[in-house]
């Protein structure tokens, strides 16, 4: 993990082909960071710091053609209401498309 007390020991990576896979990193001194692509374009990885206050944060992420961009941290806050409001419409307006999606029969009032 990174760390402000111990001395920058350590290393980095990198391999590539040419599907377009890819794997790289560093790590050692106040922050590393890893990431892989495979030939089906998901990408996955990982990084972690030490912020002002010298605690370590990590972030983990994944993204992939169809299904978005997911993270997940060790310091993220929780929703305001309104962003909560947002995404609770959202999935409602979701769910709705993808009865219609399955049924062209329905009709919305």
């Known amino acids: 993990m990174p760390s402000l007390s111990v ?3 350590g290393g980095q ?4 082909d040419e599907a377009g896979q890819y794997t790289f990193g560093h790590y050692g ?5 890893v990431e892989t692509r495979d030939s089906l374009g998901r990408t996955s990885g990982s990084f972690a710091y030490v912020d002002p206050e010298g605690d370590v944060q990590v972030r983990k992420y994944a ?3 169809g299904s978005g961009f997911r993270v997940a941290a060790s310091d993220l806050v929780e929703d305001t209401p309104a962003v909560a409001q947002v995404k609770s ?3 409602r307006a979701h769910e709705v498309a993808k009865l219609l999606a399955g049924n062209s029969a329905v009709t919305l009032v």
């Open 7 to 9: 001395p920058h020991v």
């Open 13 to 16: 990576f990198h391999a590539q």
């Open 63 to 65: 993204a992939a053609p």
């Open 29 to 33: 001194g106040p922050n590393t960071r």
């Open 89 to 91: 419409a959202h999935a």
